[in-house]
């Protein structure tokens, strides 16, 4: 039917190589073909940030990014994020904040908020704000999500400082 | 269940900020929605809907969509010509016969090996279809000479409510103001962020098991039997976790049975999921209304009478959305003491799409009327807007001329409350000396209020919700319930008030409530029932085993059943708290006996509240919710953006159970409030939805949220859950009504019809808007 591209790319620090439809998403592949369902389809139009992983350190909607596309990329899902030392500071803040309802949107909220606390460790309010404004969420109205995502940073920080000192 | 006996000495669970228990997994990407389940050798089903709004269908070719490599099976209305009309209103098929009355309308479906095969096969199905006239308003609809879109309803009305105490004439005649205006409520959808889906596959020898979405899989079993024409027993329902529901899941829709019938024929079992656009075009929305509110009230602030005409477009068929004119109607009533009061409503049949329920019920059309015509009324005899509602405002132990008892009602704190945390009299005096003033960009600050069930509600035969609660051996407890999750955290606030009963740490429980195979009945996830219903159901389990346990005890101990208790853990002296025997140990000494035993118990809790009765007296619920909400705004008059600044809300819960849990349900709900009354607003012309996906339907985002403001006033209902009532809809229902009160505080310009988009409010503003006129489109 389409044609086929070979890929390798690290995955969760895992080195990959796979075989994927040229037409394929990321999100698909992750979901279809590798079974890590952490990342979900929201709207599968780059709308809704429900898909959102890291690639090269950088945020990405994997519903608008083509699979092959990912040959010699780094990439990062919420089950790399979910494992790392920061992204169990930041479950933990999720959890004791109350920022998880339905949880659908949860795991691109947890991949866009620790990209927004590696690049902004003590951010405030606004840049917070600003930082997930592109994940859309049903049920919490957000505000304990960015309580959240700030008191995740908070610890982030001291921990620096700590070791800093 | 009897209110609060306050808890002993020791630590209490309630009013504590409990971290939801599934939270962890979620946070992790570990939680499998349906999305996620992978049924091994599951065929993909995709739905060809119609392309057209109103057409006879003249023939369906599926051959070319049969032929395809990789299709099980492609059907067609004529494939399955025993299947029955579904839904609330049993006025469609699943899969449409001789005619579709909308764009959503199922004219055929396939099952095939892959998603992508499915949408191929899909796009081979030829369709000749002969247009209709399309009937996209309610006007058109009633219109004489319209076109009837379902046989045996005359006028296209699907439903009508009429309700009415004391006399509107004798009111008017009673009245020192009088004033009429009209308002238009607009289409909004639930956008759950996660797309509908199902699964379905029979065994062998006929059994149905389904994965689905619904919040009220109980009365699904029946419907589905009934569908399928076997033994509801016979049908098993599992719930993965859910992505959001917020009341769209409570009615059987045409991809569910459809599903079902694939499943049928190719005996495999099949797995379908929506894409965005197709939720967007195939889920329920929200009713549009058209309100017509005549009130008035005496020079001394008190309300005389209100008389109350509605037109909901039901769109092209009957469910949920048809009847929320049942709820409307107490705000109308109820909301504030009104000795006289008429509701007629209609739901017109269109082409449009099909309403259903969504949180808070027509409550929130119904509030944004009411509390306009209060701020309007107060201006007119020269009071301010919070001392008219007090004026007006119901009491504890009153029972309204509609018949309905409010038990616990914290209304009028929850007015003084919102009004002097957020110093709404000052602010508001002082935006209204500003309306003169040369900037552009004006402040106003609005209040509204209202009345929700929060006790449980009568909609269906039943309204209760059973628990079985086992203890094992270590003290582990597993509380199996019908009370569905939705991402509201009722299986955390079950199990803090299971724990509570039983001494024991919230790690020693696991909530079981996703199975009709193994849970007992419950009604279903609706009408902020579950923390009440559910709640009393599992306390009642917990003190059965809580009294087997100290009966057992008492035995062993010589001590009265009376004088022991339950705490850390342990078997306790209930007046010094002295240890007796570790739980865990004493229940493995129990069971090891010779009259072993396993603490075991079930417990169905139905509220004691009385059905309405055919005139619509009487009580819906066991236990009612207040809220007071004061909304700030920001208004450039000259771009007509609204931006909401802060809401200040007050809640009457009953008490406060999980003070995490309801602090986001109350958040989550303003928002949704505030999406509804500015960012939010389906768009749909000639019966098409012109904005089906999130670029063009606006949800509020993390910057937009205002800043919020939760006071809770806690009455202790003395039929709730450790006093709680419901809060689910509450927080959603006054905000648009709130801020439409602030722009007129900050503008001088009432605006009768939503959402508050810059396009809307700048003609408002300009003298660009046409105001709603009753008899135009709905």
């Known amino acids: ?165 | 269940m009897g209110a609060a006996e306050k808890p002993l000495s020791r630590d209490t669970l309630i009013g504590k900020r409990i971290p939801k228990l599934d939270a962890p997994d979620k946070a992790s990407g570990a939680t499998r929605y349906i999305h996620d389940l992978d049924v091994p050798g599951a065929l993909h089903a995709k739905i060809l809907r119609s392309t057209q709004v109103h057409a006879r269908i003249i023939s369906i070719d599926t051959s070319a969509a049969k032929a395809l490599p990789g299709v099980h099976a492609v059907i067609t209305a004529a494939d399955v010509p025993w299947q029955r009309p579904i839904g609330v209103g049993k006025d469609h098929l699943p899969l449409k016969t001789d005619r579709v009355r909308s764009l959503r309308d199922e004219v055929a479906a396939v099952a095939a090996d892959t998603e992508e095969i499915a949408e191929q096969a899909q796009r081979l199905i030829k369709v000749t279809y002969e247009p209709l006239p399309v009937i996209s308003n309610t006007t058109d609809a009633t219109a004489p000479g319209a076109s009837q879109l379902h046989d045996g309803h005359p006028g296209n009305v699907a439903m009508t409510f009429d309700y009415a105490q004391g006399d509107v004439v004798r009111g008017e005649a009673a009245s020192d103001v009088v004033i009429e205006d009209v308002f238009r409520l607009h289409y909004v959808t639930h956008c759950c962020m996660g797309v509908s889906g199902v699964i379905a596959e029979f065994d062998p020898s006929g059994n149905l098991l389904l994965h689905s979405n619904t919040q009220v899989p109980f009365l699904h079993k029946r419907e589905f039997a009934e569908l399928l024409g076997i033994d509801p027993a016979r049908i098993r329902i599992i719930q993965p976790p859910i992505g959001g529901g917020f009341g769209s899941k409570l009615d059987i829709y045409p991809f569910e049975p459809i599903v079902i019938f694939l499943a049928k024929i190719t005996k495999r079992p099949v797995k379908l999921v929506f894409t965005r656009e197709e939720e967007f075009i195939a889920s329920p929305t929200r009713q549009p209304v058209l309100l017509k509110l005549r009130s008035g009230c005496r020079k001394d602030g008190t309300l005389t009478f209100r008389a109350v005409e509605t037109v909901h477009d039901n769109g092209a068929y009957t469910s949920w959305g048809a009847t929320t004119p049942f709820v409307m109607m107490q705000t109308m009533s109820s909301l504030y003491r009104v000795p006289d009061c008429q509701y007629h409503t209609k739901a017109i049949y269109t082409n449009n799409p099909y309403a259903g329920s969504f949180r808070g019920y027509g409550n929130l059309q119904a509030t944004f009327a009411v509390e306009a015509h209060m701020d309007k009324l107060a201006e007119a005899v020269g009071m301010d807007g919070l001392a008219f509602r007090l004026k007006n405002a119901q009491d504890p132990g009153e029972v309204t001329p509609q018949g309905m008892h409010f038990n616990s009602c914290g209304f009028k704190e929850c007015l003084t409350t919102a009004a002097a945390r957020s110093d709404f009299l000052r602010k508001q005096a002082e935006n209204r000396a500003r309306w003169d003033d040369p900037t552009p960009v004006k402040r106003g600050v609005g209040i509204a209020s209202m009345l929700h069930v929060g006790g449980g509600a009568k909609i269906y035969p039943s309204d209760g919700c059973g628990t079985i609660l086992k203890i094992d051996d270590f003290a582990h407890v597993t509380l199996m319930t019908g009370a569905s999750e939705i991402g509201q955290g009722s299986e955390t606030v079950l199990s803090q008030l299971a724990c509570e009963e039983l001494g024991l740490p919230l790690s020693a429980v696991t909530v079981i409530n996703n199975d009709t195979d193994i849970t007992p009945w419950d009604v279903g996830v609706h009408a902020s029932r579950t923390t009440f219903i559910g709640g009393n159901s599992a306390i009642g389990a917990a003190r059965k085993a809580k009294a087997k346990i100290l009966a057992a005890a008492a035995v062993k101990t010589e001590l009265a059943p009376e004088a022991l208790d339950l705490r850390d853990g342990c078997i306790v002296r209930k007046d010094d708290g002295k240890r007796l025997f570790e739980l865990g140990k004493f229940l493995r000494s129990l069971h090891f006996s010779d009259r072993a035993e396993l603490v075991m118990t079930s417990f169905y809790y139905e509220p004691p509240s009385k059905h309405q009765d055919t005139a619509f007296r009487g009580d819906v619920s066991a236990a009612y919710a207040w809220a007071t909400q004061v909304c700030e705004v920001e208004v450039d008059t000259q771009t007509g953006i609204v931006r909401l600044l802060k809401v200040t809300a007050a809640h009457d819960v009953g008490r406060v159970l999980n003070r995490l849990g309801i602090e986001g349900q109350i958040e989550g709900g303003i928002v949704m409030g505030q999406g509804y009354a500015i960012t939010e607003n389906l768009m749909v012309e000639n019966g098409v939805m012109r904005n089906a996906n999130f670029r063009d339907y606006k949800l509020v985002t993390a910057p937009e949220i205002p800043e919020m403001d939760v006071t809770f006033i806690e009455t202790m209902d003395g039929e709730g859950p450790q006093g709680a009532k419901g809060v689910g809809e509450a927080p959603a229902i006054c905000i648009a009504a709130a801020v439409a009160n602030a722009i007129h505080n900050a503008t001088g310009t009432r605006i009768y019809s939503l959402p508050f988009t810059p396009e809307n409010v700048y003609r408002a503003l300009h003298g660009a808007a046409q105001p709603p006129r009753w008899g135009a489109a709905a």
């Open chain 1, 1 to 165: 039917m389409s044609a086929n591209c070979e890929i390798a790319f690290t995955l969760n620090d895992v080195r990959r190589k796979l075989t994927v439809p040229a037409h394929m998403s990321t999100l698909e592949m992750l979901r279809d073909q590798l079974g890590l369902t952490g990342t979900k389809y929201g709207c599968g139009e780059g709308e809704c940030g429900a898909c959102t992983i890291l690639v090269d350190g950088t945020t990405v909607n994997s519903c608008l990014m083509f699979a092959a596309d990912c040959d010699g990329r780094e990439l990062t899902t919420i089950e790399g994020v979910a494992v790392s030392e920061a992204g169990e500071r930041l479950r933990a803040a999720f959890v004791a904040s109350g920022a998880v309802q339905c949880g659908f949107c949860t795991p691109g909220l947890m991949v866009q908020a620790s990209h927004v606390i590696e690049g902004h460790p003590g951010a405030d309010e606004a840049t917070i704000r600003r930082g997930i404004e592109g994940n859309l969420c049903r049920c919490t109205g957000y505000r304990k999500i960015i309580d959240a995502i700030g008191a995740a940073g908070r610890t982030a920080l001291k921990g620096v400082e700590h070791g800093r000192s």
